[in-house]
């Protein structure tokens, strides 16, 4: 009990510290300069509070064990209090007293604090639930189709792989329906009592309800509309690339498999929630005699290790006139596994809030996709270090989706054969052929195009969970009408209110929020369009520019664009960071950039589907999915019942991760 007590203590003292600097700065009396001279205190403070956090919080996922989780959950318990007292102190002020716009920006962003609002119970309770369906995803377990007595088939790696190589309908269908059932029943009622307390933590935040709260850092009453209209700019290009995919797989699994108006069944493509369809190359390929090169041989030919592989990262940021990550990143950051020592592999990039250090944990293996990564990493280190010099509060992303977009931009640029080829990794000629544009762009869609309906319906469901516009008895239901909207993609086999399928996400049950993804993957083509612009390499009149072949490396008008966004970091509403980015030109969410990007792959499908008489678009084609509680859930399937098992060790590696994720990693 020590360190709890000395968590307490130093918790006292804290909020002692900063209510006596709020006496000292008189604070609604004096105006500007006491809150001036508060909001300074209350920096120091966090930044200090915030890196005690996230060295805590660094050491358990680096080292997973016993020791360094309970140190990292009472380093979390401790900053939740800060924070609160903060909010305590900052909810009193009123826009008069303070005066100061920027002032009264910093005030409204600190005082919303999402669950650290709620009373000390019942965040415990909160953090408790979170970690029960956390504990569920992580020790699910499933048997082998074909082999009931190989069991412990885990998501990661095993079920990703075979959701991804496998061609068996049957087989893909066992572990689809098998993976939903072992993961969302369970978690049902923990879900339900989730949403009230993100709704009753809202309310205390002075919000309606936990949409509210989670639109919060985009600042847009809006914000439903704008990406839905977003949407509807995107869904012609979606819809040929549906139809498209759609007679492939006619083509591969039969017609009595794949109706030729129907949505897409689930599990055949490619992903456990077929949030992105690249991994079903093989059976859709365009030009199948022209792959697009994996350069993943020769990056093992010539060397590279996880360590080359960010240093070619640093460089790309530094060719664009950036910053170079510093020496405390190159000997802080784990970029690969470390035999023997447990570490919790999802790439992240850790914000020490000290100026100074700046870490990635990445378990990297040498190839493309991970290369892509690295850059994608890099980009939230390059948004960290260009806001590093701000006031805590604004150390952040223009919004949620800016943060993901930066990597991604630039790694548009790092995927294309122009700069592989300048890496030495792709020795053929430039290619005059058309057909290698089209597979590489069709390759980019299967990932970026049909991840877009996927991460919508993600978070259209729960915002109209959280507004209570859906009863409870129809939670699963309504995750298949929107799944069907938005995607055309239907479940393999009839689902009923016995399920709750949105749970088998990992960001279901660790209450993340989803839309930045979302606005990430349309803002990153409007950031690659614009950076382009800047850099020479596309001009909307002249058609030898292609924006799907520009690469920006080396070019220090596009970073400097980039940075002039990246530097304001929250401190601006994110239409004016888009505006920094693009010299003016654009100040809102738009899908032009995105369709730019795609048109000749547009026009190919259309021409493509045309030729074939493909129909457009998809037709509900029977039930879906059972308003009533079916047991098909919960009960034995096929004879063979694997209990989840909550080990210790599996509530120990589950806690942590959603109480950072939401705060401080990216
Ligand atoms: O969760 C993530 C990242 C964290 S920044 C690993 N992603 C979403 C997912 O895995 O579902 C990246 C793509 C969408
Ligand atoms: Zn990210």
Redesign the pocket.
């Known amino acids: 009990m020590p360190r709890q007590v000395s968590a307490m203590y130093r918790t006292a003292l804290l909020l002692f510290t900063v209510s006596v600097a709020a006496e000292a700065a008189d604070v609604p009396r004096v105006g500007p300069g006491g809150v001036r001279a508060l909001l300074r205190q209350v920096d120091g403070l966090a930044s200090e509070q915030c890196t005690r956090n996230v060295v805590a919080q660094w050491r358990y996922e680096t080292d997973v064990g016993e020791e360094t989780q309970l140190a990292a959950l009472s380093a979390q318990a401790e900053y939740s209090h800060f924070q609160r007292a903060v909010w305590d102190l900052l909810k009193t002020l009123k826009r008069e007293d303070v005066g100061d716009p920027d002032l009264w920006r910093q005030v409204r962003l600190l005082s919303v604090v999402g669950p650290a609002a709620l009373p000390l119970e019942k965040l415990e309770r909160y953090n408790r639930l979170i970690n029960d369906m956390l504990a569920i995803y992580n020790s699910a377990n499933v048997c082998a189709y074909r082999d009931p007595f190989h069991c412990g088939l885990r998501l990661d790696p095993d079920l990703t792989q075979l959701m991804a190589r496998s061609r068996d309908w049957e087989e893909l269908e066992h572990a689809w329906t098998e993976w939903r059932r072992l993961t969302g029943p369970r978690m049902r009622p923990i879900y339900e009592e989730v949403v009230e307390l993100t709704n009753e933590a809202a309310r205390l935040n002075n919000l309606t309800d936990g949409a509210e709260l989670w639109m919060f850092p985009y600042e847009s009453p809006t914000l439903k509309l704008e990406v839905e209209e977003v949407w509807e700019e995107v869904r012609p290009l979606y819809e040929q690339l549906h139809a498209y995919v759609r007679r492939k797989l006619r083509d591969h699994y039969g017609p009595d498999k794949i109706n030729r108006h129907a949505p897409l069944p689930a599990h055949v493509l490619g992903n456990m ?1 077929a ?1 992105t369809w690249s991994n079903i190359l093989d059976i859709t390929l365009p030009y199948p005699g022209k792959h697009f090169l994996d350069v993943t041989p020769q990056m093992i030919e010539q060397g590279y290790t996880p360590a080359s592989m960010f240093q070619l990262a640093d460089h790309f940021f530094i060719s664009l006139n950036l910053s170079a990550a510093p020496p405390e990143f190159w000997s802080g950051s784990l970029l690969e596994e470390i035999r023997g020592r447990p570490v919790v592999c ?3 990039a850790w914000d020490f809030c000290n100026g100074k250090d700046f870490r990635i944990k990445m378990c990297t293996r040498v190839n493309l996709k991970d290369l892509v990564t690295a850059h ?1 990493e890099m980009g ?1 280190l390059q948004y960290f270090l260009q806001y590093r010099h701000l006031p805590k509060v604004y150390r952040d992303g223009a919004n949620p989706g800016f943060h ?1 977009a930066v990597g991604e931009a630039v790694a548009l640029s790092v995927a294309t054969p122009r700069h592989l080829r300048s890496l030495g990794l792709l020795r053929s000629s430039p290619s005059e052929d058309s057909a290698h544009d089209i597979n590489f762009l069709f390759a980019l869609a299967l990932d970026k195009v049909a ?1 877009l309906p996927f ?1 919508l319906a993600l978070d259209r469901w729960r915002w109209d969970i959280f507004r209570e516009s859906v009863a409870k008895s129809r939670y699963n239901c309504h995750w298949w009408r929107l799944r069907e909207q938005y995607s055309g993609i239907k479940p393999p086999v009839l689902r009923s209110e016995g399920d709750f399928d949105p749970g088998s ?3 279901v049950p660790a209450n ?1 929020p ?1 839309i930045r ?1 979302f606005v990430g993957t349309i803002l990153q083509f409007q950031l690659h369009r614009t950076l382009c612009k800047r850099a020479g390499q596309y001009s909307p009149e002249n058609s030898h520019y292609l924006l799907h072949q520009c690469d920006i490396h080396g070019s220090k008008a596009a970073g400097e664009a980039l940075g002039n966004m990246m530097a304001l970091g929250a401190s601006h509403p994110w239409p004016d960071a888009l505006r920094a980015a693009t010299g003016g030109e654009e100040y809102k969410l738009s899908a032009s950039a995105l369709r730019d990007y795609f048109r000749p792959l547009e026009d190919w499908l259309r021409q493509e589907n045309l030729r074939t008489q493909e129909p457009i678009g998809w037709t509900y084609d029977g039930d879906y999915c059972k308003q009533s509680i079916e047991t098909a859930g919960l009960q034995v399937y096929g004879g063979y019942y694997n209990e989840a098992t909550s080990t210790s060790f599996v509530l120990i590696t589950s806690l942590i991760i959603p109480i950072i ?1 939401s705060f401080l990693i ?1």
Request: charged share 10%.
């Open positions: 929630w949030q999802q790439p992240s994608h939230h993901e991840f991460a996400k990992y960001h993340v989803y993804y994720s990216w």
